[in-house]
């Protein structure tokens, strides 16, 4: 069975920065896509940041040039670097898996921000 296991999460005051992880139980090869999902509280839960396994990245409008998605090839891993967060970007991020005929879903990192 396919995991993501994300984290990275934590309590930042506002124009901080985390890096949040994701790190699959099998090779990130494995998958079409990797993304970044977050829940943000009273909202649905929306698209924050993709990466195609050709490289390609997306990102919501509202993050912008603040947040990046990369992946580490030799650590199977997909980061998403967050700059200049706001108490907007508070919310549980999930790291998301498509390998063209299912999803696969972390169990979410919290991520707070606040002074």
């Known amino acids: 069975q396919v995991q993501l296991v994300d984290s990275g999460g934590g309590l930042v005051q506002p124009g901080g920065s985390l890096r949040l992880s994701c790190a699959p139980s099998i090779t990130i090869f494995a998958f079409n896509s990797m993304a970044w999902y977050r829940q943000i509280p009273g909202k649905e839960r929306e698209l924050v940041a993709s990466i195609s396994s050709g490289g390609n990245k997306n990102y919501a409008d509202s993050v912008k040039g603040r947040f990046t998605i990369s992946s580490d090839n030799a650590k199977n891993t997909v980061f998403l670097q967050m700059f200049g967060l706001e108490p907007g970007d508070t919310g549980v991020y999930y790291c998301?898996?498509?390998?063209?005929?299912?999803?696969?879903w972390g169990k979410g990192t919290l991520v707070t921000v606040s002074s």
């Open positions: 998301n898996a498509n390998n063209g005929l299912m999803d696969y």
